[in-house]
């Protein structure tokens, strides 16, 4: 009796181990963005993040943030770089394939790539952040000149 109880807690054991490592190849192979933006928010805690988009393969993650720079998340592992880029300081092209860009960072060289997105949009907006001309429109925005003034108000 003694024997099979020992046998049981051998083979859960073994379950247990090879569950959780299939679990950290899982995590190192497809990285959180909700932990990624927990670090940046650690790396950059007066940043708010407006919008994100991941790279197809999730390894990188590229934010708008609410002052017109953007942010790039970087994923190595469980280890996440950080960077803020304020708008211009890239240079982006278009990847072959059209549902990328290709960006290089000449204050950090090293995080030049060639980034694939989702789909083609995905890599418009972004361009948009890094390049500084992304000017969203708000719907509960206002045409001044549909606003009557104060003094045509009274008339």
């Given at each position: 009796?003694?024997?099979?109880?020992?046998?049981?807690v051998v083979i859960l054991a073994g379950?247990?181990?090879?569950?959780?490592?299939?679990?950290?190849e899982?995590?190192?192979?497809d990285p959180d963005a909700g932990s990624?933006?927990?670090e940046f928010g650690r790396a950059f805690p007066d940043e708010a993040i407006r919008a994100l988009h991941?790279?197809?393969?999730?390894?990188?993650?590229?934010?708008?943030?609410?002052?017109?720079?953007?942010?790039?998340?970087?994923?190595?592992?469980?280890h996440y770089v950080c960077h803020v880029i304020q708008p211009g300081k890239v240079r982006v092209n278009?990847?072959?394939?059209?549902?990328?860009?290709?960006?290089?960072?000449?204050?950090?060289?090293?995080?030049?790539n060639a980034f694939e997105f989702h789909n083609a949009g995905?890599?418009?907006?972004?361009?948009?952040?890094?390049?500084?001309?992304?000017?969203?429109?708000?719907e509960f925005a206002v045409d001044e000149a549909d606003v009557p003034s104060p003094a045509k108000a009274g008339e």
């Open positions: 009796m003694l024997w099979l109880l020992l046998i049981i379950s247990f181990y090879m569950w959780m490592n299939a679990r950290a899982r995590d190192w192979n990624a933006m927990v991941s790279t197809a393969d999730r390894k990188a993650i590229f934010l708008r943030l609410h002052d017109g720079k953007a942010g790039f998340i970087q994923s190595h592992g469980t278009s990847s072959e394939s059209g549902h990328g860009l290709i960006v290089h960072f000449p204050d950090f060289a090293y995080l030049d995905e890599a418009a907006e972004v361009s948009l952040w890094l390049l500084g001309s992304f000017s969203p429109k708000s």
